[in-house]
C-alpha cells in the first residue's frame, strides 16, 4: 500500500498521530509535560479572551444607541475612552497569552524535532548494507527533510490550531444558542459542517495531485543528484544535455502536477468563500429583522457581525492548516515507513563484546548469497591463524569483497558461521567486532571535511601528533605539508579533490591510526604509481606484523608474501597454497601470475586487467 494510501482515512491517521505522542509527552519528562499543560491553559486563556470581546460590543452600542437604560455592566463602557481600554485590553490579552504559549511550547518542539531527528539518523545507519546499496539517496533525504517539517508542524499547528480551533467554534456555537434561539445556532452549525465537509472532501482530491507532485519532485531530485555525483563520468561522454533532458522529463511532470494543485486550490477557496458567505448573509439578515421587530438591538446585529467574523477568520485558516496537516501526514507517514524498515543484521539481546586475544579467523563451512536464485559462496572454509594472513584472488564475481563484508557482518551467512577466536561474529555486538578490524577499501570515499578529520575519524580522540604519525606512516604527510592549509584541507564532496591515490593513501592512514588487530585490504595499493606502492607496501607491511590480515587482491605481486593464498571460482575454493606451491602447480594462479608477469614485463599483449569486485 502506498504511502499516501496509508494516511487516508480516520484509523490511519490516528494510527500516525499515536506516534507522534510520545515526542509531545515523552515518558519520564516531567519539565516538558509542565510545559505543554501550560501552554494549553495560556491557549484557552487566550480564546476566553477573544470569545469575550463582541459582548463590549454589543453593550456599548446598545448604551450609545439608547436602545436600552444602561445597567452596571453598560456604565463600565459608557464612555469612548473606556469601549477603546476594554477592547485593547482584551485584544492585547489574546495576543499576549498566544505568545507566552508559543514560548512556552517552543523547547518542547524542538526537542521532538530533535529526538525524531536522531531516531531516525540512527536507524538509517542501523538499516543493512543491502538497503543502502537499493536506496535512492535524493529521494531517502526529501523523505527524512520532509517527515521531520511535518513532526514539527503537526505539533504545533494540531495542538495550537486544530484543537483551539475546534473549542472556539464551539463556544461561538453555544453563546449563539444562549444569546439569540436555534435558529441562529442551527445556521452557525449548518455553516461549520457544509465548510468542514466541502474543504475535507476537495482535500482529499488535492491531496491525490499532491502525492503526485511529490513524486516528480523526488525523481527530479534523484536524477539531479545522481548526475551531480557522476559529473565526471557525465562529461567524459559530452552527455550534458541527454542529462538536462532526463531531468526536465521529471520536472514537467511536476510541474503539471502544480498547476493541477494551484487550479484546485483556486476551486478550494472560492467554494469556501461561497459557504461563509451565505452563512454571513443568512444571519445577518435574520439579525436585521430581529432589529426591525424589535426582539433584538443594534448592540446584537453587531455581536452577530462579529461573531461571524470572528468565525470566518479560523475557518479560513482551517482549510490551510488541514490541507497542510493532510499533507505531513502523508509526509510522516513515509518516514514512519522507514523507521518501520526492520535492520537485517541484529545483535542479540544481551550480547557482549568482542575481546580478541589471537585475531584467528575462521570461515566454517559458509554458504552465502544476496538473491536466493544466484549463490555466491559454496561451502567456504577456510581458518587464518593469529598474526597469519590470507589472500583471496580470482576473476570478478568469484565472491572476494563477499567474504570482506560477511566478516564485518553487513550480512548474516545463509548457513556455516564466522568465527573470531572461536567466538561466532553472530553472538557478539556488532559495534565491538567492527572496532577490532580495519580496512583499506578499493574504492575509497572520504567525507566533505578536512584531510585531518579524515584521517582521525578512525579514532575520534587521537591528538594532532597522532595523526601526523599515521600520515607519516601512510607516505602523505609530505603530500599534506605541501597544502596552503595542510591538514585543514578540505577534500570535497566524496574526497574529489584528491586523486585516487591521495584518497588511498587517506585510507591507510586512518586504518594505521585505527591500530586493529585484524586487518582487511582490499587492493590498498591499486590506485598508486609503482614507486609509491613499494614504498606502501613497506609500511602496510610493518603495521601488519602480530596481526591477522586478510587481502583481496587483483594485483598478485602484492600478496607473494601471503601466508596462504586462496583462489576462488564461483564461491568455491580452486586452489589454495603459498605462492611457491601454486606456480608449481601450474593451475589458475599459475596462469593469472603470467599474465600479469608479462603486463609489467613489457611482454606481449595480456588479456585487460579483472575489473573490481561488484559483489
Given amino acids: 500500500m502506498a504511502a499516501g494510501e496509508q494516511a487516508s482515512g480516520v484509523a490511519p491517521t490516528f494510527r500516525i498521530l499515536a506516534r507522534v505522542a510520545p515526542y509531545l509527552w515523552p515518558p519520564g519528562e516531567t519539565g516538558v509535560k509542565v510545559r505543554v499543560v501550560t501552554a494549553l491553559l495560556l491557549l484557552l486563556l487566550a480564546k476566553a479572551a477573544t470569545v469575550t470581546t463582541p459582548f463590549f460590543f454589543k453593550a456599548a452600542v446598545d448604551t450609545l444607541a439608547g436602545d436600552k437604560t444602561p445597567s452596571w455592566t453598560d456604565m463600565l463602557v459608557i464612555t469612548p475612552l473606556a469601549i477603546v481600554l476594554g477592547y485593547g485590553l482584551f485584544r492585547l490579552s489574546g495576543v499576549v497569552f498566544q505568545q507566552l504559549r508559543d514560548a512556552v511550547f517552543s523547547k518542547v518542539g524542538q526537542q521532538a524535532l530533535r529526538r525524531v531527528a536522531l531516531e531516525t539518523f540512527r536507524h538509517i545507519h542501523a538499516l543493512s548494507l543491502r538497503y543502502h546499496l537499493e536506496r535512492r539517496t535524493g529521494a531517502l533525504s526529501r523523505v527524512i527533510e520532509r517527515g521531520v517539517k511535518a513532526i514539527d508542524f503537526v505539533l504545533r499547528f494540531l495542538v495550537f490550531s486544530i484543537v483551539p480551533l475546534m473549542v472556539e467554534l464551539a463556544f461561538v456555537a453555544a453563546i449563539f444558542f444562549a444569546a439569540f434561539d436555534w435558529r441562529y445556532f442551527a445556521v452557525v452549525i449548518a455553516t461549520i459542517i457544509a465548510y468542514v465537509a466541502f474543504t475535507f472532501a476537495i482535500t482529499e482530491w ?162 552465502f548469497a544476496y538473491d536466493p536464485q544466484r549463490p555466491i559462496l559454496d561451502n567456504l572454509s577456510f581458518d587464518v591463524p593469529g598474526g597469519g594472513s590470507l589472500a583471496l584472488v580470482g576473476a570478478s564475481g568469484a565472491g572476494k569483497s563477499t567474504i570482506g563484508r560477511l566478516l564485518f557482518r553487513f550480512y548474516d551467512v545463509s548457513s556455516g558461521a564466522i568465527r573470531i577466536d572461536g567466538v561466532d561474529i553472530r553472538d557478539i555486538k556488532q559495534t565491538s567486532l567492527r572496532a577490532q578490524i580495519g580496512v583499506v577499501p578499493q574504492d575509497t570515499v572520504l567525507f566533505n571535511d578536512s584531510i585531518g578529520y579524515n584521517i582521525g575519524y578512525a579514532k575520534p580522540d587521537a591528538t594532532q601528533a597522532d595523526i601526523a604519525a599515521a600520515a607519516r606512516a601512510a607516505q602523505i604527510e609530505a603530500f599534506i605539508d605541501s597544502l596552503p592549509e595542510g591538514y585543514g584541507t578540505v577534500v570535497g564532496e566524496r574526497g574529489l579533490k584528491l586523486s585516487g591515490g591521495e584518497k588511498q593513501r587517506v585510507a591507510i592512514a586512518r586504518t594505521i591510526l585505527k591500530n586493529p588487530p585484524i586487518l582487511m585490504l582490499d587492493e590498498a595499493t591499486s590506485a598508486l604509481d609503482s614507486a609509491t606502492e613499494r614504498e606502501i607496501q613497506a609500511s602496510l607491511k610493518r603495521i601488519s606484523e602480530n596481526r591477522t590480515v586478510l587481502s583481496i587482491a587483483h594485483r598478485l605481486s602484492t600478496i607473494v608474501d601471503a601466508d596462504e593464498i586462496l583462489v576462488l571460482e564461483a564461491g568455491r575454493v580452486i586452489e589454495r597454497g603459498g605462492h611457491s606451491r601454486l606456480l608449481a602447480m601450474n593451475g589458475r594462479y599459475a596462469e593469472m601470475w603470467r599474465r600479469q608477469d608479462g603486463e609489467q614485463d613489457g611482454g606481449s599483449p595480456a588479456p585487460e586487467p579483472m575489473p573490481a569486485e561488484t559483489v
Fill in 206 to 367: 488535492r491531496v491525490k495531485i499532491r502525492r503526485r507532485m511529490n513524486e516528480q519532485d523526488m525523481e527530479a531530485n534523484q536524477k539531479a543528484i545522481d548526475s551531480l555525483l557522476n559529473y565526471e563520468t557525465v562529461k567524459y561522454f559530452a552527455a550534458e544535455e541527454r542529462e538536462t533532458q532526463r531531468y526536465d522529463v521529471s520536472m514537467r511532470g511536476y510541474e503539471k502536477a502544480v498547476v493541477q494543485t494551484q487550479l484546485t486550490l483556486a476551486l478550494l477557496n472560492t467554494g469556501q468563500a461561497l459557504i461563509i458567505t451565505i452563512g454571513l448573509m443568512s444571519l445577518m439578515a435574520m439579525a436585521a429583522f430581529g432589529v426591525m421587530s424589535g426582539a433584538l438591538t443594534v448592540g446584537d446585529f453587531v455581536m452577530v457581525n462579529a461573531y461571524m467574523i470572528q468565525i470566518t477568520l479560523p475557518l479560513g485558516f482551517l482549510g490551510t492548516v488541514y490541507r497542510e496537516i493532510r499533507q505531513a501526514l502523508i509526509d510522516m507517514t513515509d518516514m514512519f515507513q522507514l523507521l518501520d524498515q526492520p535492520p537485517e543484521v541484529t545483535d542479540k539481546p544481551g550480547a557482549p563484546a568482542l575481546k580478541v586475544s589471537e585475531g584467528r579467523v575462521s570461515f566454517d563451512q559458509v554458504s
